[in-house]
Nanobody
Framework: QVQLVESGGGLVQPGGSLRLSCAASGTIFIIYTMGWYRQAPGKPRELVAT???????NYADSVKGRFTISRDNAKNRVYLQMNSLKPEDTAVYYC??????????????WGQGTQVTVSS
């Protein structure tokens, strides 16, 4: 059993900052890539940023220079620092982890999502 739990969402004014956190727990052997995705109302889920186990990162063009993804491998956590937030960043943000369990099953895990609203 694997769980991913996000925290840190909320309401922020344009130009503000938020930091999202995601903790993975359960029968985890190793986590490969972790990432953040988001889904705005009426739109498909889209990639925000990913980070591999060795720290290589990838960002959507819309967030480059404003968002920073990081992870703590020892704690099975991934973070998303969001700066200079815009109204178009409003969405439910989901944590994702590509991992292997102790029974050597490959799992594509998702969190329940956390709401980020950017509005004045």
């Amino acid at each position: 059993q694997v769980q991913l739990v996000e925290s840190g969402g909320g309401l922020v004014q344009p130009g503000g900052s938020l930091r999202l956190s995601c903790a993975a727990s359960g029968t985890i052997f190793i986590i490969y890539t972790m990432g953040w995705y988001r889904q705005a109302p009426g739109k498909p889920r889209e990639l925000v940023a990913t980070i591999t186990s060795d720290g290589s990162t990838n960002y959507a063009d819309s967030v480059k220079g404003r968002f920073t993804i990081s992870r703590d491998n020892a704690k099975n956590r991934v973070y998303l620092q969001m700066n200079s937030l815009k109204p178009e960043d409003t969405a439910v943000y989901y944590c994702n982890a590509d991992l292997q369990t102790v029974r050597f099953s490959r799992v594509d895990g998702w969190g329940q999502g956390t709401q980020v609203t950017v509005s004045s």
